[in-house]
C-alpha cells in the first residue's frame, strides 16, 4: 500500500493524517477524560456519555446562531462562550442525572448501565424533537478558517490545531484539579475506598455530585470541539461513545497518562491507517490492536503497581 | 463522653448486637474484647455510621450521633482506626493524613502528628500502600488523629502486626490519650495488649456485653476463659 508513493509523499501523508490524528486524539481524550472520572469514582458506567457530548456541541451550535443574530460583531469570539455555556450545560444536567437517577443505583452498578443506557435514547429523542434530525453545523469564525502551510505539501488546519490547544489546556486543567488540589484529593478517596473515605469524614455524596458533573461538563466541551470537526446530529455521539470506552480501558482506569497514552495510540492508529485502507479496515486492525495488547496486559497500558 | 444506650445492629434479618450499654468516660481506654463473630467489629462500624443501627442510640457529648453518617460522626469528633487499616493505597503518606483534615479544614499535617510518628514524616512523600503493615497502622491511626477526634476508634489494631511494634503501639496510644485527653474504644483480642493499655475490659460474647471490670481489679483468667475457643 506504500508503493505507490514516494518518500516525501509518504512524509507528508504521515504528518497531515498524523494532525487529523491529533483533533481525534482531542475529542477521544476529553470524552474518556469524563468517562474515565467518573467510572473511577463511582463504578458507573455512562452509556449516555456521547449524549452530554453532543448536548455540548448543540449548545455550541445555539450560541453560534444567537450571536449570528444578535452580536454579528463578536462573531469572532462566540466559541468561547459556548464552550463555557457547553460546560455548564452538560455539567448542570449531569448533576441533575446523578441525583434523579445515579445517586439511587449506587447500590446496583450493573443497572446503572441499563440505566444510563435509557437515558442516552431519551436524550437523543429529545435532541430529535427539538433540533431535528438533520445535522447542523456550525459556522467557524474567519480567523479559525484557513490552513497553516507548513511546506509545499503539508497543510495543518487552523481549527485542529485550536481545539488540541484547548484540549491540552484542559487536561492540564483537570491533572491539577485531579493531583493537587483538596478537592482531587477527596475524590481520589472516595475512589480508592468509599466508606472508609466517608470516615475520615469526607462528604461522599456531594465528592460523587461534583464529579459526575465534571465528567458531564468535560464531555460538554469535548462537544464543542466536534462540531469543528464533524456535524452535530441526534446520535452523532454514539460513533464515540465505544471507541471512549475503548480509550479508557486500553489506557487503564484511573490514570490519567494512561488515558492520554491510550488516546493518542488509537486515534493516531485510526487516521493513519484510515488513509491507506477504508474507515472500517482502520477500526478494525485498532480493534484487533488493542484486543492483543489487553490479552498481554489485561490492567491496561499504565495501572499503579502498590500493596493492597 | 460517649454514651451507648441498648444499641441494635442487625444485617438485614439477622440481629447481631441486641442492645448493647456502654459508657465511656472522658480520657479513658476502653478495651473489648471477645472471640470472632461476637459483634466487636460491627460495634464499631455501627458507632461509625457505616453499620446501621435498629434501634437505640449513641450519645456523644449529650448529643445522639445514630442517625448520622459517616461524615457528619467524624465532625462531631469521631476518629476511626478500621480493621485492616484500611489505608488509601495509592495516596501519598502525606495526602492520607490530609484526607483526616477534610472536616477541620486545615490545610498541612500539623507538626504533632509527625512528632507521635516520626517514620511518617521520613516517608511521607512515599505511596500508603508502599509501606509496612506497622507503618501503615500508624498511618491510619494519624489519619484519625487528624480530625480532631474527641473518641478515638481501633478495630483489632494489633492484627497483622509484629510483636515489638504491638508494645511501641500500646505506648503511643497511652501518649496520644494523655496528651489530648481524648477516650479511646479498642476492640481486640490479644489479652496482654488489651491489659496493658486498657483502664477497663469489656467482653462481647454473641451481640452482648458479658462482663465488665476495671483494669486495677480484672481477673485475668476470667478474661482469659471468654477469649479461648
Known amino acids: 500500500m506504500f508503493g505507490d508513493?514516494?518518500?516525501?509523499?509518504?512524509?507528508?501523508?504521515?504528518?497531515?493524517?498524523g494532525f487529523a490524528g491529533l483533533i481525534l486524539f482531542s475529542v477521544f481524550l476529553l470524552m474518556a477524560l469524563g468517562l474515565a472520572i467518573i467510572f473511577g469514582q463511582m463504578g458507573v458506567i455512562n452509556m449516555a456519555h456521547g449524549e452530554f457530548m453532543i448536548l455540548g456541541a448543540y449548545m455550541t451550535y445555539l450560541t453560534s446562531k444567537l450571536f449570528e443574530a444578535w452580536a454579528p460583531g463578536l462573531l469572532a469570539g462566540y466559541f468561547f462562550f459556548a464552550m463555557i455555556l457547553a460546560f455548564l450545560a452538560s455539567a448542570a444536567l449531569g448533576a441533575l442525572v446523578e441525583w434523579a437517577l445515579i445517586s439511587r443505583l449506587y447500590k446496583r452498578p450493573l443497572d446503572t448501565m441499563l440505566a444510563t443506557w435509557g437515558l442516552s435514547l431519551m436524550l437523543q429523542q429529545v435532541y430529535r424533537s427539538?433540533?431535528?434530525?438533520?445535522?447542523?453545523?456550525?459556522?467557524?469564525?474567519p480567523w479559525m478558517l484557513g490552513s497553516w502551510q507548513a511546506t509545499d505539501s503539508i497543510e495543518i488546519p487552523i481549527n485542529g490545531m485550536f481545539v488540541m490547544a484547548l484540549t491540552l489546556l484542559i487536561t492540564i486543567g483537570v491533572a491539577i484539579l485531579m493531583y493537587k488540589s483538596r478537592w482531587g484529593q477527596q475524590v481520589r478517596a472516595v475512589v480508592q475506598n468509599r466508606v472508609m473515605a466517608g470516615a475520615v469524614g469526607i462528604n461522599t455524596e456531594r465528592v460523587d455530585r461534583a464529579t459526575f458533573a465534571l465528567g458531564c461538563g468535560i464531555a460538554g466541551v469535548a462537544g464543542s470541539a466536534f462540531t469543528m470537526v464533524g456535524s452535530t446530529g441526534p446520535t452523532a455521539g454514539q460513533l464515540y461513545i465505544v471507541d471512549s470506552f475503548l480509550v479508557v480501558v486500553f489506557g487503564g482506569a484511573q490514570s490519567l497518562i494512561g488515558t492520554i497514552a491510550s488516546a493518542f495510540t488509537i486515534s493516531q492508529s485510526r487516521s493513519t491507517l484510515e488513509f491507506f485502507?477504508?474507515?472500517?479496515?482502520?477500526?478494525?486492525?485498532?480493534?484487533?490492536?488493542?484486543?492483543?495488547?489487553?490479552?498481554?496486559?489485561?490492567q491496561g497500558l499504565f495501572a499503579t503497581k502498590v500493596r493492597r | 463522653?460517649?454514651?451507648?444506650?441498648?444499641?441494635?445492629?442487625?444485617?438485614?434479618?439477622?440481629?447481631?448486637?441486641?442492645?448493647?450499654?456502654?459508657?465511656?468516660?472522658?480520657g479513658e481506654i476502653l478495651a473489648i474484647m471477645g472471640r470472632n463473630g461476637m459483634g466487636k467489629t460491627t460495634l464499631m462500624k455501627a458507632l461509625m455510621g457505616i453499620a446501621k443501627s435498629t434501634a437505640g442510640a449513641i450519645r456523644l457529648d449529650g448529643s445522639d450521633i445514630a442517625g448520622l453518617r459517616s461524615h457528619e460522626r467524624v465532625a462531631r469528633g469521631v476518629g476511626y482506626v478500621p480493621q485492616g487499616r484500611m489505608i488509601f493505597p495509592t495516596m501519598s503518606v502525606e495526602e492520607n493524613i490530609q484526607t483526616g483534615l477534610t472536616v477541620t479544614g486545615e490545610k498541612d499535617v500539623p507538626c504533632d502528628i509527625y512528632e507521635l510518628f516520626p517514620v511518617l514524616l521520613e516517608m511521607k512523600r512515599r505511596k500508603g500502600g508502599n509501606l509496612s503493615g506497622g507503618q501503615q497502622q500508624q498511618l491510619a491511626?494519624?489519619?484519625?488523629?487528624?480530625?480532631?477526634?474527641?473518641?478515638?476508634?481501633l478495630d483489632e489494631p494489633t492484627e497483622g502486626i509484629q510483636p515489638s511494634i504491638i508494645l511501641e503501639m500500646a505506648r503511643t496510644l497511652k501518649k496520644i490519650r494523655d496528651q489530648r485527653s481524648l477516650s479511646i474504644i479498642v476492640s481486640e483480642q490479644v489479652l496482654s495488649f488489651a491489659l496493658d493499655i486498657a483502664d477497663r475490659v469489656l467482653v462481647l460474647e454473641n451481640g452482648e456485653v458479658v462482663h465488665a471490670e476495671d483494669r486495677a481489679s480484672v481477673d485475668e483468667a476470667k478474661v482469659a476463659s471468654f477469649l479461648s475457643v
Open chain 1, 5 to 17: 508513493y514516494t518518500l516525501g509523499q509518504l512524509g507528508s501523508i504521515f504528518v497531515m493524517q
Open chain 1, 130 to 141: 427539538v433540533f431535528g434530525a438533520r445535522e447542523v453545523g456550525v459556522d467557524l469564525p
Open chain 2, 1 to 26: 463522653m460517649l454514651a451507648i444506650d441498648s444499641l441494635r445492629v442487625a444485617y438485614g434479618q439477622s440481629e447481631v448486637l441486641h442492645g448493647i450499654n456502654i459508657d465511656v468516660a472522658p
Open chain 1, 277 to 298: 485502507t477504508s474507515g472500517s479496515m482502520a477500526q478494525v486492525a485498532t480493534l484487533i490492536g488493542v484486543v492483543i495488547i489487553l490479552m498481554i496486559r489485561p
Open chain 2, 141 to 153: 491511626i494519624a489519619r484519625a488523629l487528624a480530625c480532631r477526634p474527641k473518641v478515638l476508634l
